[in-house]
């Protein structure tokens, strides 16, 4: 049996993740700081149900606590690692931007020294589609340049990238990147657009609708997400002097065992079309408040994820439409509404 560290394991992509993984058989360690950027009883819930199974094991603590991550690795000697730990959100890294320094700087850098000491087979370390900032050409391709991010929480996720690639070089680590494309669905994050606008539509409340509605997003359904980091987990990158080879739009480093993968629905929703399907999940029609675009965001994403085929066989597919519902239905139980 397969050891799997997990970090951000109580997180909404988190808790799905290790669900899948022991399902699939694997031993689980699942490390979560449980801080309060959000309702924490959501984070609270999603670790009891995980440690109903008997292979998973629990450490709450932070990722950049020193030395943690150090004595993790010496005592269960991961074969794969899944660092999803950050601090999120655009917005919050204008009020807050040295809990982003602290979590994912400082978080993966010790992330980093511990495989140093303790190699595991794979790491695979999330970023972000806001890491392609400024680009209006679309949809993004991995090979693209990203060199101009629009906030400083996607500047320190660009920035991780970076520091990954440099620990596969020198110590020869098989590192995957993958940069997620706006994840939603049940067990949602509340800052997120769907859960604040599900939220105030049911309570007969305006949502504030940013840049008039010209908005676009690569709206990516959770499952969808974690069945692409699963299937990714099996394609470790192989230095090119060591028999890695390079196809059309891959990108594999020419100097280490690292690259780059988009994990997104391929698919650029209109924000009016993403309040239509929650309109419709709902029943209840939105009260729209049109704003100017907040400091920070981006007017569109789109992903192209033909890397994510060429390597797993898999392409997120589940429509705006389904994917919302299923969000809708989860909450009005959850909440009893």
């Known amino acids: ?59 709450n603590d932070r990722v950049e606590a020193p030395e943690l991550l150090m004595r993790l690795f010496s005592e269960e000697k991961p074969d794969i690692v899944i660092h999803l730990a950050a601090q999120a959100g655009v917005r919050y890294s204008i009020e807050a931007p040295r809990s982003y320094l602290e979590s994912n700087i400082c978080g993966t850098f010790e992330l980093l020294e511990a495989a140093r000491a303790h190699p595991p087979e794979h790491m695979l370390l999330a970023s972000t589609s806001s890491a392609y900032g400024a680009n209006t050409e679309m949809p993004y391709t991995e090979t693209d340049k990203a060199d101009h991010q629009m906030s400083f929480y996607a500047a320190t996720k660009k920035a991780t990238e970076s520091m990954a690639h440099s620990y596969s070089h020198l110590y020869g680590l098989p590192v995957t990147m993958f940069r997620f494309f706006t994840v939603y669905g049940p067990w949602g994050r509340p800052d997120m657009a769907l859960f604040k606008f599900t939220k105030a539509i049911l309570e007969d409340q305006p949502i504030d609708v940013y840049n008039f509605g010209d908005m676009r997003r690569d709206f990516t359904y959770v499952e969808d997400l974690v069945e692409g980091i699963r299937l990714l987990i099996d394609a470790a990158p192989v230095r090119p002097e060591e028999g890695g080879s390079v196809a059309d739009g891959d990108s594999l480093s020419p100097v280490a065992p690292w690259r780059v993968v988009n994990i997104g629905n391929s698919t650029c929703v209109q924000l009016t079309e993403f309040i239509e399907a929650i309109e419709a999940a709902t029943g209840k029609t939105a009260q729209r408040n049109m704003m100017p675009i907040q400091a920070g965001d981006v007017p569109a994403t789109w992903a192209n994820a033909d890397l994510l085929q060429s390597l797993t066989g898999f392409r997120p597919k589940t429509s705006i439409r389904e994917g919302v519902a299923k969000f809708v239905a989860w909450y009005r139980d959850y909440y009893q509404v």
């Open 1 to 59: 049996m397969k050891t799997v560290l997990v970090t951000g394991s109580a997180g909404f992509i988190g808790y799905y993740l290790c669900t899948r993984l022991l399902a699939d058989g694997f031993r689980v360690i699942g490390l979560d700081a449980m801080t309060d950027y959000y309702d924490v009883r959501l984070k609270e819930r999603r670790q009891q149900m995980l440690l109903q199974n008997e292979q998973f094991r629990a450490v």
